[in-house]
Nanobody, 111 residues
Framework: HVQLVESGGGSVQAGGSLRLSCATS????????LAWFRQAPGKEREWVSS???????DYADSVAGRFTASRDNAKNTLYLQMNNLKSDDTALYYC??????WGQGTQVTVS
């Protein structure tokens, strides 16, 4: 069955950086649109970023200019580089394949 496993979350001070990874199997990332969502405590889940099969990326206004999505199709892995983190970025971050398959999430805490 399809598995998406996120990693790279953690605790960081405001202004710091983190890089999230999402390894997928067995579906090849090269054939699908990939996305990152997040959910903060007491808030609805929100879309963060997408990257399509043409490597075009899109970002929520709240993270544009600070976050960068990329992928390594040879490793079937999606990344999210997060810079200049803010307390509002604190959330559980999920990677999503084709808007159909979700990972279990990785926690990001910014203090």
């Amino acid at each position: 069955h399809v598995q998406l496993v996120e990693s790279g979350g953690g605790s960081v001070q405001a202004g710091g950086s983190l890089r999230l990874s999402c390894a997928t199997s067995p579906l090849p990332t090269s054939r699908y649109c990939l996305a990152w969502f997040r959910q903060a405590p007491g808030k609805e889940r929100e879309w963060v970023s997408s990257i399509n099969t043409s490597e075009e990326t899109d970002y929520a206004d709240s993270v544009a200019g600070r976050f960068t999505a990329s992928r390594d199709n040879a490793k079937n892995t999606l990344y999210l580089q997060m810079n200049n983190l803010k307390s509002d970025d604190t959330a559980l971050y999920y990677c999503v394949l084709n808007l159909s398959y979700w990972g279990q999430g990785t926690q990001v805490t910014v203090s």
